[in-house]
C-alpha cells in the first residue's frame, strides 16, 4: 500500500485529534496512582476521549477489548486493562489512540507510580530520549533508517536495549498505514521522508534482553527475561520545515 500524504486541513483534523490524545494522558498520568486498577484507568479514558469528541480508536480495533493499553514493568505493550492493582514502584505505560472526524493519532508514555529505583527512573528518561533522538530525524529528505539509527545509538548509549520484532508506523486516515517506522538502523536506508507524512515514532526499551514473548491473550507482549521495558510514542506531521509533534502535551 502506498504511503498517503496528508492534506493541509487533514493535519489540522489530526491536530485537534492530538489533542484530545494529550489531555487524556496528562489526566491518565495524574490518576496512575498506588492503588488505582488498570481498569479504572482504561474507564476514565473512555469517558474522557468520548467528552473530548474523539472516539477511541484502540477499543475493537482487531478484537482489542479496551480504550487503553496499560503495560507494567515486564510488560512492553499491549497490556489489557483488568484487575491488577498498581504498585508504589511500578513502571507504567501508557498507550491510547484516538478518531477525530475521520483521522487517527496515536501516543503512549511510560511513567514510575509513586517513587521509583534509579534503574526505572533511568529507563524512563532514556525511552524519551530515544524518541527525542530519532525525532530529529523526521525531516524531509533524510530516510527512515535514519530514524531508527538514531533512536538505537541513543538506547546503547544509555545502556539499554531496543525491543526486537515491534516499531513504528504510517497513521492519519486509519490506525496503521505505511511504512514501517524502524527503532534501529541502519542510517542511509530505507524510504525518503516526504513532506505531508504523518507518522508514529515509537522507540521501545528493555533494561535486560530484546527478546520478547506474546500472552496467551494474544496481546500482552512481555520481556522474555522479566526485564523492566518502557515505552514512548508521539504522532508526528513531516512538515516542510521539519517535524511537528501532533500530540504534544
Given at each position: 500500500m502506498p504511503v498517503v500524504l496528508k492534506s493541509a486541513r487533514e493535519v489540522?483534523?489530526?491536530?485537534?485529534?492530538?489533542?484530545?490524545?494529550?489531555?487524556?494522558?496528562?489526566?491518565?498520568?495524574?490518576?496512575?496512582?498506588?492503588?488505582?486498577?488498570?481498569?479504572?484507568?482504561d474507564e476514565l479514558a473512555c469517558a474522557r476521549i468520548r467528552e473530548l469528541g474523539g472516539r477511541p480508536a484502540f477499543l475493537g480495533y482487531r478484537g482489542y477489548p479496551a480504550c487503553i493499553c496499560t503495560s507494567v514493568n515486564e510488560v512492553v505493550l499491549h497490556g489489557i486493562p483488568g484487575k491488577r492493582v498498581l504498585r508504589e514502584g511500578d513502571l507504567l505505560s501508557l498507550d491510547l489512540g484516538v478518531e477525530y472526524r475521520g483521522v487517527f493519532v496515536d501516543a503512549?508514555?511510560?511513567?514510575?507510580v509513586g517513587r521509583g529505583n534509579e534503574l526505572a527512573q533511568r529507563l524512563v528518561a532514556a525511552v524519551e530520549g530515544a524518541f527525542r533522538a530519532g525525532l530529529e530525524m523526521a525531516v524531509p529528505g533524510r530516510r527512515l533508517g535514519d530514524i531508527g539509527a538514531a533512536i538505537e545509538a541513543y538506547a546503547r548509549l544509555q545502556g539499554f536495549s531496543v525491543i526486537e520484532g515491534y516499531a513504528?508506523?504510517?497513521?492519519?486516515l486509519a490506525l496503521h498505514e505505511e511504512p514501517t517506522v524502524p527503532n534501529t538502523g541502519p542510517a542511509g536506508r530505507g524510504m525518503r521522508l516526504r513532506p505531508g507524512m504523518t507518522v508514529s515514532i515509537e522507540p521501545m526499551l528493555s533494561a535486560g534482553r530484546p527478546e520478547t514473548v506474546v500472552a496467551s491473550d494474544g496481546w500482552t507482549v512481555s520481556m522474555r527475561d522479566g526485564s523492566?521495558?518502557?515505552?514512548?510514542?508521539?504522532?508526528?506531521?513531516?512538515s516542510p520545515d521539519g517535524p511537528v509533534i501532533l500530540t504534544a502535551r
Open positions: 489540522e483534523l489530526m491536530r485537534v485529534a492530538g489533542q484530545i490524545a494529550a489531555t487524556v494522558l496528562d489526566e491518565l498520568e495524574q490518576a496512575a496512582r498506588p492503588g488505582v486498577t488498570t481498569a479504572g484507568l503512549a508514555v511510560s511513567l514510575i513504528g508506523h504510517g497513521i492519519g523492566l521495558s518502557a515505552h514512548y510514542e508521539h504522532t508526528v506531521w513531516i
